[in-house]
């Protein structure tokens, strides 16, 4: 059985930094592509970034609201994926999920049901 493990969470002032964790154990495979989600309080499930193998080296994806500020990285072993948030501001906050595949569709990358397994969620809070 996989789990997916999240870390890093916590409350800081706008400006900030924080780094979340997304641990894998269990019964783990070579992902093909891992992930950070956020939800907000009354919003959607909103897709944050995400690192996919091409097959030659990783290539990385984000929403426009947070490129420049974040950055997705990941372990060797795939067995670990991170979420560097810079500058954080206070429309970040929200419960953030860590997902992950071991295939994905063209162009699918940004769909939460594209994932297999999930986090149970970190809460960030950004405050003003």
């Known amino acids: 059985q996989v789990q997916l493990v999240e870390s890093g969470g916590g409350l800081v002032q706008a400006g900030g930094s924080l780094r979340l964790s997304c641990a894998a154990s269990g019964r783990t495979f070579s992902w093909n592509t891992m992930a950070w989600f956020r939800q907000a309080p009354g919003n959607e499930r909103e897709f944050v970034a995400a690192?996919?193998?091409?097959?030659?080296?990783?290539?990385?994806g984000y929403r426009d609201s947070v490129k420049g500020r974040f950055t997705i990285s990941r372990d060797n072993a795939w067995t670990t994926v991170y979420l560097q948030m810079n500058s954080l501001k206070p429309e970040d906050t929200a419960v953030y999920y860590c997902?992950?595949?071991?295939?994905?569709?063209?162009?699918?990358?940004?769909?939460?049901?594209?994932?297999?397994?999930w986090g149970q969620g970190t809460q960030v809070t950004v405050s003003s």
């Open positions: 997902a992950a595949t071991r295939s994905i569709m063209s162009g699918a990358t940004m769909s939460g049901p594209s994932y297999d397994y």
């Open positions: 690192i996919k193998w091409n097959g030659d080296n990783s290539i990385t």
